[in-house]
């Protein structure tokens, strides 16, 4: 199964199925300019996935080199891509050596980054191993780091040569980390396909409950959705930013749980969404039922549909995060909003009376 992600002569495949971490050298291996590979992981899939990969590679006659970082957000940060960039450096990286990215989207972000900017830029390898990963991060080439100031401002447009999205490697993730995953999957129905929605509806606790069937049909139509529309916009000048519907949201419940695992990012954009939707409800955009639908889909694959309790969320604070969001511009925000289920659309006019009343319901576990 593979989907084309056309961008001329930065295009490239994104392969999904089972076994593809065992051919990923021989995969691999027709695209490289030398004979050397520099794989990029972090301490919790380096010791289930790196030697499948690296003997992978030396099977295809390419010489593997290894990095193990720590797993987690924090790795995202300008000392770990110092580190990195002295690491790849000090084994002897040429223009020619292959950049592998082994990981969640913490590795792939920041091992894009550094090849970008390595030698001016080498050429890099996507080998997504969460569902969050396979479905999203992965594909699009927007790389990079957190600092102080906030996530991801410092980073850099760069494509990989191939995304190798083993369904497989899917098995070992935790429960949790499938839910945040599959937020993402149920966006792109939201976005702007009604009927890969209405399947989810039907398949969706397949694809939560690990079956691999559903798994791959479900990130070949994301990476789809994903190619689609980055190919349409690879710099986010406009429709791209459709693909942030519940995360401008998301993003404010996540600053003020500090980034932390209080919430993932799936999660906060799971809620993220729903505060989208009762927006454009509540705006008369939207049916009710519509928001409904999602609300009870969410319920029954397990995703949250309300804030956390046990934690005070406070209105301004959330406007303010949202005010320090990137996609701010003349101090307007850009929202997401929908006309229903598979009819999202992008507006800078949002009543700032009307939002802080939907926050307050949110706020209030309503
Ligand atoms: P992650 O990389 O931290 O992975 C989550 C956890 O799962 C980690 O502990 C990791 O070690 C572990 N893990 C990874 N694969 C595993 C496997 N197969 N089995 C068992 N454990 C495994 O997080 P994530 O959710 O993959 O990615 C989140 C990051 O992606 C954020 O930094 C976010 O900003 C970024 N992101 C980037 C884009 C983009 O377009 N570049 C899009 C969305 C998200
Ligand atoms: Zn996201």
Not at 139 to 165: D, S
């Amino acid at each position: 199964n593979c989907v084309r992600v056309e961008l001329g002569e930065r295009g490239y495949d994104i392969q999904i199925g089972q076994g593809l971490l065992e051919r990923a050298g021989e995969l691999i291996q027709p695209l490289m300019r030398g004979n050397r590979a520099l794989v990029i992981t972090d301490d919790r899939v380096a010791p289930l996935y790196l030697e499948r990969v690296e003997k992978s590679l030396l099977d295809a006659g390419v010489m593997p080199m290894h990095t193990v970082l720590p797993a987690g957000e924090r790795t995202k940060d300008f000392p770990h891509l110092e580190a990195l960039l002295d690491a790849m450096l000090a084994a002897k990286a040429e223009r020619g050596t292959m950049v592998v990215a082994l990981g969640g989207g913490v590795i792939g972000d920041l091992t894009g980054f550094a090849a970008a900017i390595l030698l001016r830029g080498v050429d890099f390898v996507q080998i997504p191993t969460t569902l969050l990963a396979q479905v999203d991060s992965s594909v699009g080439g927007k790389t990079g780091i957190n600092t102080r100031h906030g996530k991801n401002l410092v980073g850099a447009f760069h494509q990989p040569r191939l995304v190798l999205a083993d369904i497989g490697a899917l098995d070992t993730l935790d429960r949790r980390q499938v839910l945040a995953g599959y937020a993402e999957v149920v966006k792109y129905g939201i976005i702007d396909d009604e009927p890969f929605f209405t399947w989810l509806e039907a398949n969706g606790k397949a694809v939560v409950d690990g079956d691999s069937e559903a798994r791959a049909q479900a990130v070949a139509v994301s990476c789809r959705a994903k190619a689609r529309i980055v190919a349409a916009d690879e710099r986010e000048g406009g429709v791209r930013a459709l693909l942030n519907l519940g995360h401008t949201f998301g993003h404010a419940l996540e600053a003020e749980t500090g980034f932390s695992d209080e919430l993932l990012h799936g999660e906060a954009v799971a809620m993220g969404m729903i505060m989208a939707l009762r927006l454009s409800v509540q705006l008369g955009l939207a049916p009710a039922t519509d928001l409904e639908r999602v609300k009870r889909h969410f319920e029954a694959v397990g995703l949250p549909t309300t804030l956390p309790a046990g934690r005070l969320w406070e209105v301004p604070r959330l406007l303010a995060h949202m005010q320090g969001d990137k996609k701010v511009r003349d101090g307007k925000v850009t929202f997401v909003m929908a006309k229903g289920i598979g009819q999202s659309f992008l507006t800078r006019e949002v009543p700032e009376a009307e939002l802080a009343a939907m926050l307050a319901e949110m706020a209030a576990g309503r």
